[in-house]
């Protein structure tokens, strides 16, 4: 992912156990969540529309939601501290989950006031097709 949006994260490389089984999930460490914020923010500044991406892989890590959950998810309301999401489940049910709305680094960058001004610019008949993971020009 970093190769495709063009960043220098500090990402390290999952390291397979001696059996050659998968080891699952890289591991986030905190010096990459900072960076991951500080490219997000400047995108944003900058009115890059990769933003969205850089969102996406931070509430993923923040919220504990899936990308796949994010593809099906759609926000209900941002309070002062967090916005909430309804995801709804293909298995017929949906579940509420909430993830903060100011980054880490940066506690005063509401990053969900952000998103909500560019979700209400999605046509209501696409929002629910295409979840919080899309393109600003969608």
Same mark, same amino acid.
């Given at each position: 992912? *970093?190769?495709?949006? &063009? $960043? +220098?994260?500090?990402?390290?490389?999952?390291?397979?156990?001696?059996?050659?089984?998968? &080891?699952?999930? %890289?591991?986030? !460490?905190?010096?990459?969540?900072?960076?991951?914020? &500080? !490219? $997000?923010?400047? %995108?944003? !500044?900058?009115? *890059?529309? #990769?933003?969205?991406?850089?969102?996406?892989?931070?509430?993923?890590?923040?919220?504990?939601?899936?990308?796949?959950?994010?593809?099906?998810?759609?926000?209900? #309301? $941002? +309070?002062?501290? @967090?916005?909430?999401?309804?995801?709804?489940?293909?298995?017929?049910?949906?579940? *509420?989950?909430?993830?903060?709305?100011?980054?880490?680094?940066?506690?005063? =960058?509401?990053?969900? +006031?952000?998103?909500?001004?560019?979700?209400?610019?999605?046509?209501?008949?696409?929002? @629910? *097709?295409?979840?919080?993971? =899309?393109?600003? %020009? +969608?």
């Amino acid at each position: 992912m *970093n190769e495709r949006l &063009q $960043l +220098t994260l500090p990402m390290k490389g999952v390291e397979n156990p001696s059996n050659g089984e998968a &080891q699952g999930s %890289a591991k986030v !460490e905190p010096p990459m969540i900072l960076k991951l914020e &500080q !490219e $997000l923010v400047a %995108a944003i !500044e900058e009115k *890059n529309p #990769k933003w969205m991406s850089l969102l996406v892989q931070w509430i993923c890590i923040v919220g504990a939601v899936r990308h796949s959950q994010l593809r099906i998810s759609f926000p209900v #309301k $941002l +309070t002062g501290s @967090e916005l909430h999401c309804y995801c709804r489940d293909s298995k017929g049910g949906g579940f *509420n989950w909430s993830c903060r709305a100011h980054l880490l680094s940066i506690p005063v =960058f509401n990053w969900a +006031t952000r998103f909500l001004e560019l979700w209400k610019t999605v046509p209501v008949f696409l929002r @629910e *097709n295409i979840g919080m993971c =899309f393109h600003p %020009a +969608t």
